[in-house]
């Protein structure tokens, strides 16, 4: 699930696999190859770098491992609501 979700995530904020791979600490080299491991399912990034790339693309890490793709959408839309809306 973590898999379609990030694919998705990253499209809709607009940022290439290698530059989401750069930012989140991957090596330059090998930063495109990883997060398209990590899209297709073939790897699992660990927590530490979930949690990066969840920063850059300004969504909490349990939107990726959420059961379903409602539940993933409130959790996409509660992170994005202000606090007052809370």
Avoid: C, W
Avoid at 26 to 35: I, N, P, Q, Y
């Amino acid at each position: 699930m973590y898999s379609r979700r990030l694919r998705e995530a990253r499209e809709a904020y607009g940022i290439s696999q290698r530059a989401l791979g750069i930012e989140a600490g991957l090596d330059e080299f090998v930063a495109s190859t990883r997060v398209n491991r990590y899209e297709t399912g073939v790897h699992q990034p660990d927590l530490q770098t979930l949690q990066h790339l969840a920063a850059i693309l300004k969504l909490p890490v349990a939107y990726f491992y959420a059961e379903d793709d409602e539940l993933a959408q409130l959790i996409r839309d509660f992170k994005g609501s202000g606090k007052r809306k809370r």
